[in-house]
């Protein structure tokens, strides 16, 4: 009686000793190792190539950060009827620790400050050549608002990354104290 999951010749996946090495086989024939032998090639692909679309999504929030710096500062002055409109300021309240979370979550704590030190260098660039000579940066409590809405939350979100997890406490191996009781036992 023939087993369902035989496989024949032209259906098997050649051996690395067959192809010449089990770097070069295509995609097509790690799927079907995974499937014949239960080896962790196509795995091993499958966490490769993860990677490689965590570290676009990464490229892309940092890019993010810097076009969302050159619009902050655009609208740093932005006022209604003389009265100062904070609109950069509670964009950068809200996309900066959101930006540095998920740069943290998709390439690792260390990588965590990046969207920020980006976000800051190019209101660094902005604030002193900005763009036909233009100072984007003014001195006044707009732009120290939007300074502090940016970096204060990014900040203590990237501490709270980099913060060490404790462990557990384990188990004490001592018995537990037995009760006191107030009454006292009768004579």
């Known amino acids: 009686m023939t087993d369902d999951r035989a496989v024949s010749d032209e259906q098997r ?6 192809s010449g090495s089990a ?34 999504v990464v490229f892309v929030l940092l890019v993010d950060a810097v ?4 619009l902050e500062m655009m609208f740093v002055t932005a006022s209604v009827g003389g009265v100062p409109l904070p609109l950069s300021a509670l964009v950068a309240l809200m996309s900066s620790p959101w930006l540095v979370r998920r740069v943290g979550e998709l390439a690792g704590p260390r990588w965590a400050a990046a969207p920020l030190g980006l976000w ?6 902005l604030a002193f050549a900005g ?3 233009d100072v984007l940066l003014v001195g006044d409590l707009s732009a120290l608002l939007l300074l502090a809405a940016a970096v204060l939350p990014a900040a203590f979100r990237i501490g709270r990354m980099l913060r060490p997890t404790r462990p557990p ?15 006292s036992p009768p004579d």
Do not use: K, N
Request: aromatic share 2%; hydrophobic share 40%; with cysteine.
């Open 13 to 18: 996946a050649p051996s690395p000793s067959e």
């Open 23 to 56: 770097s070069e086989e295509p995609a097509v024939f790690l799927e079907r190792r995974t499937a014949l032998d239960g080896s962790a090639v196509a795995d091993r692909a499958q966490a490769a190539a993860d990677r490689a679309h965590a570290m676009l």
């Open 67 to 70: 076009l969302l710096a050159i």
């Open 120 to 125: 800051f260098l190019t209101c660094g660039v």
């Open 131 to 133: 763009p036909g000579g």
């Open 169 to 183: 406490a384990p188990p004490s191996s001592d018995p537990p104290a037995p009760p006191t009781s107030s009454v």
